[in-house]
T-cell receptor
């Protein structure tokens, strides 16, 4: 079964500094990878996804993620963090031979310090 | 023009009661989902319907019963509510089609959530 690991519970970063949220995955076959963001008391919002093609994926709000097959990683990045980026970030994966389910990681709380 | 909507937003009820949460999507999607987010923010799929057909039914107590009257609606009925049912329940939809054979590859769009509190 597919699974995702988001090793850090919380990521603290100063405003203006680069932001990285880590994600590693385990699937059968090629992965389909997603990042979602959840603001307080809101539903999940889609940021970006990797299905196939270029390993560097650009998404909403200036975020991007790089698919690394050898390291089974899909880290989320933003060159310059904003206070408004403070939220809960979820990585999710489905394998090509998977069971039609998206497996979500436990989420990473990002705190951007002014 | 909300894409995925849920009602109610908040639901406070006593143990043993029966309650329903409604979900509607106006995106024309074929697949809808129910997720449960617990107090630690862990997100777990409960059910998924594709064109009114149940395709995912995770290990969920029989007290939970989804119903899809049409492909734009997926409701969740919960019988005999228990304290442990307290959580935020999210509805989602995606364009995934069973005919494509690759469910889960399309972006899922989430509703705002229903916070259920069982007293």
């Amino acid at each position: 079964a597919q699974s995702v690991a988001q090793p850090e519970d919380q990521v603290n970063v100063a405003e203006g500094n680069p932001l990285t949220v880590k994600c590693t995955y385990s699937v059968s076959g090629n992965p389909y990878l997603f990042w979602y963001v959840q603001y307080p008391n809101r539903g999940l919002q889609f940021l970006l996804k990797y299905i196939t093609g270029d390993n560097l994926v650009k998404g909403s709000y200036g975020f991007e993620a790089e698919f690394n097959k050898s390291q089974t990683s899909f880290h989320l990045k933003k060159p310059s963090a904003l206070v408004s980026d403070s939220a809960l970030y979820f990585c999710a994966v489905r394998g090509y031979y998977g069971n039609n389910r998206l497996a979500f990681g436990k989420g990473n709380q990002v705190v951007v310090i002014p | 023009d909300t894409a995925v909507s849920q009602t109610p937003k908040y639901l406070v009820t006593q143990m043993g009661n029966d309650k329903s949460i409604k979900c509607e999507q106006n995106l024309g999607h074929d697949t809808m989902y129910w997720y449960k987010q617990d107090s630690k923010k862990f997100l777990k799929i409960m059910f998924s319907y594709n064109n009114k057909e149940l395709i995912i039914n995770e290990t969920v107590p029989n007290r939970f019963s989804p119903k899809s009257p049409d492909k734009a609606h997926l409701n969740l009925h919960i019988n005999s509510l228990e304290l442990g049912d307290s959580a935020v329940y999210f509805c989602a939809s995606s364009q995934d089609s069973l005919r494509g054979g690759t469910l889960g590859t399309d972006t899922q769009y989430f509703g705002p959530g229903t916070r259920l509190t069982v007293l």
